[in-house]
């Protein structure tokens, strides 16, 4: 599965066409077949991210960012993260919070990864995923 706000390479879509052609496969033998891609864990990067997000959309609880770079806004996010210890500290608290189930936290959460998955999804259209 890939990863969130970052860009899919070879890795992530083997687990991925392995899926679809066992999916396949199973589907044309008369089974039902429910696909599901996982995505999405809590860890620091989460933290981080979400702290970016705040800071460069703080509208984003309103309007879904336009974030057409993920690794761009992943790779600003983490230098940030190494470079600030005050945001450093933030993003470690939002992790705890999201952990935790603080309704904000999550739901920027699942902001991030509908973008990504919308950025995934192009990729799978043009594979037949």
């Known amino acids: 599965s890939p990863n969130i706000a970052k860009e ?25 077949v429910h696909r599901l891609n996982h995505v999405g864990d809590w860890g620091t990067q989460f933290g981080m991210l979400i702290e970016h997000m705040k800071e460069t959309y703080p509208d984003f609880q309103k309007t879904l960012p336009n974030i057409s770079d993920l690794q761009g806004f992943y790779k600003a996010a983490k230098a940030r993260f190494d470079a600030d210890e005050e945001f450093k500290k933030r993003a470690q608290l939002s992790v705890v919070k999201l952990q935790s189930g603080d309704v904000f936290a999550r739901n920027a959460w699942q902001m991030l990864c509908e973008i990504s998955r919308r950025e995934f999804q192009k990729l799978y259209d043009r594979l037949d995923i």
């Open 8 to 32: 899919m390479h070879v890795g992530h879509l083997r687990s991925t066409i392995i899926g679809e052609s066992m999916s396949r496969i199973f589907e044309f033998v008369g089974h039902e």
